[in-house]
C-alpha cells in the first residue's frame, strides 16, 4: 500500500509543483525523472578475471524518479523528505572500472522496480547578518529570504554530496557529466551506504566569501553494502571542507580544499598480501577485515567562469591508499579537468556542451595486491600490468522544453581497472531527465 501511495504521488507532483510560484514557500514539491542508456562495444582483452568489465558488447541502462517534498515547520526549520522508484542494470555487474560510466547505477535495482525512501533530514538556519539573499524554489529547497551570513545545521539521513564539492560544471550526472570521476572526486571515498546515503549531521558556516564546511556520516557495516553501521562515535566518515569565493577578471569562482577520515572495520592491502604468501594462495581481502583501520585524503576543487558562456573546473584529491575502499570506488589519487559551454553562441542558451579528461591511479599497496591476483570489491583481473585509468568524457545537453533534456554522451576509457592488457573501451550513452 505505501509502494502505491508513493508511486501514485509521484505521478500527481508535476501538477502541485507547476501550482506553487511564490516568493516565500512554506511547502514545495519537486520532480524529476531520469532515464540512462549505455552501449559497450566489444574491445580487446588479453585476459578476464573475476572482477573484470566484460569484453563483450553490452548494454546497460538506469531509470529513477524522485519527489522532493519540503516543509517550512518554523522560523528558520524546514523538513525535506525524497522518496525515489529505482530500476537498471549495470555494466559487467558493476565491476571492471575505477571511474564507473553512470553516476546513477548506484542505485541500479535490477529489472523490478524499487521504491525506497531516499532521504529525510531537518535543515536549520540561523541568519547572521550581511546582505540579505533570495533563494529560488528549487529541489530541497524553499524559496525564500535568508543571511549572506549564516550558518547552517543540516541533521538526518541525505547525500555528504548533497553539501560537499558541490561544483558548479561537473557534480550532477542527471544534468552534466555522467562518469563517477565527474560526480566527485573519485578517490573521496565519503561514507555512506551502497546507494551513497547515509545517516549523519553536517555544519555549514557563511561569512562573506568564505565558507567552512563539517559533518559526521555513517557508513555500511560492510564495505560497499547497504546496511548502515550505526555506531556513530566508534565508526563515522568525518569530512572538513573550506570554500573561498572570489572574481578573476571580472568572473566568479571558487576554490575548495576538503579533506575527510574514515573509522571502519576494513582489510589492510598489506596484510592481505602477507596472508597470501604465507597461505601460499592468492591474497585475500575478506581473510583480514578484522581490525578497525583508518582512511583519509585530501584534495582541491577549483571551479572557474571564463566568460557569461564558458567555464572551466579542475579535482585532485590523494588518498592514502592502505585500505580497502568502504562506501565509493576504486580509487587513491584522482584528477578531473574540463569545460562547460552554454549554446548561447549557437542561438541554444539552454543547451550544453561538456568536455572533460580524468585519471584515476592507485597506491602502490593496491597495485601489489592486484598484481599478486587478489580481487577487491569492484576490480580484478586476476593479474595487472599497470597503468592510471584515463577517462575522455564529453556531453551535449539539447534542452527540449523548458522541463526535459535530451542528452547525448561519449566516453573513451583507457586502461580500464588500471590494466594495460585491457582496452581500449568505448561508452556510447543517452539521457532523458525531466524535472519540475
Known amino acids: 500500500m505505501q509502494k502505491i501511495f508513493i508511486l501514485v504521488l509521484l505521478a500527481l507532483l508535476p501538477h502541485l509543483a ?7 514557500e512554506n511547502w514545495n514539491a519537486k520532480f524529476q525523472t531520469t532515464y540512462i542508456w549505455q552501449h559497450k562495444p566489444g574491445f580487446s582483452s588479453a585476459y578476464s578475471g573475476a572482477n ?27 523538513l525535506y523528505l525524497v522518496p525515489e522508484v529505482t530500476q537498471g542494470v549495470a555494466l559487467s555487474n558493476l565491476s571492471g572500472l575505477g571511474g564507473f560510466t553512470n553516476g546513477e547505477i548506484t542505485r541500479a535495482s535490477g529489472t523490478d522496480p524499487v521504491v525506497y525512501r531516499q532521504q529525510l533530514f531537518l535543515r536549520q538556519t540561523w541568519g547572521l547578518g550581511g546582505v540579505r539573499l533570495n ?11 535568508m543571511d549572506s551570513n549564516r550558518f547552517v545545521l543540516t541533521l538526518g539521513n541525505f547525500s555528504t554530496l548533497n553539501i560537499f564539492d558541490n561544483n558548479a560544471y561537473a557534480h550532477d550526472p542527471r544534468t552534466q557529466f555522467m562518469n563517477w570521476s565527474n560526480m566527485t572526486h573519485a578517490s573521496y571515498d565519503y561514507a555512506a551506504d551502497a546507494r551513497g546515503f547515509g545517516w549523519g549531521i553536517a555544519g555549514e558556516w557563511y561569512r562573506d566569501e568564505w565558507v567552512l564546511r563539517f559533518a559526521r556520516m555513517t557508513g555500511p557495516r560492510d564495505p560497499n553494502m547497504l546496511q548502515l553501521d550505526y555506531q556513530f562515535f566508534q565508526h563515522y566518515g568525518d569530512q572538513l571542507e573550506i570554500e573561498h569565493s572570489h572574481e578573476l577578471a571580472g568572473q566568479p569562482g571558487k576554490v575548495r580544499l576538503l579533506a575527510w577520515r574514515n573509522r571502519a ?26 581490525r578497525e583501520q583508518i582512511k583519509y585524503g585530501l584534495g582541491i576543487d577549483i571551479e572557474q567562469a571564463i566568460n557569461d558562456n564558458l567555464g572551466a573546473f579542475l579535482r585532485a584529491m590523494q588518498s592514502d591508499g592502505h585500505t580497502e575502499t568502504l562506501a565509493f570506488t576504486e580509487v587513491d589519487s584522482s584528477i578531473a579537468a574540463g569545460l562547460s559551454l552554454k549554446g548561447t553562441g549557437w542561438g541554444r542558451t539552454q543547451d550544453t556542451v561538456g568536455l572533460s579528461l580524468i585519471g584515476n591511479g592507485l597506491s ?24 592510471p585509468e584515463t577517462i ?15 542528452t547525448a554522451d561519449y566516453q573513451h576509457i583507457a586502461n580500464p581497472a588500471y590494466n594495460a592488457d585491457r582496452g581500449p573501451v568505448e561508452i556510447f550513452g543517452m539521457r532523458l531527465h525531466f524535472e519540475y
Open 364 to 387: 602502490q599497496d593496491r597495485r601489489d595486491y592486484l598484481q599478486a591476483g587478489g580481487i577487491s570489491f569492484f576490480i580484478g583481473d586476476g593479474k595487472l600490468s599497470y597503468r
Open 52 to 78: 573484470s568489465l566484460s569484453p563483450d558488447a553490452e548494454n546497460s541502462y538506469t531509470f529513477t524518479t524522485d519527489a522532493f517534498l519540503g516543509v517550512r515547520i518554523a522560523p528558520g526549520s524546514e
Open 392 to 406: 575522455i568524457e564529453s556531453y551535449y545537453s539539447w534542452s527540449m522544453t523548458k522541463h526535459a533534456w535530451l
Open 18 to 24: 507547476q501550482a506553487r510560484v511564490t516568493s516565500e
Open 265 to 290: 572495520i576494513l582489510a589492510n592491502y598489506r596484510d592481505a598480501i602477507n596472508y597470501g604468501l604465507a597461505s601460499a594462495t592468492a591474497p585475500d581481502i575478506f581473510k583480514v577485515r578484522y
Open 135 to 145: 533563494n529560488e524554489s528549487a529541489m530541497n529547497q524553499l524559496a525564500g529570504a
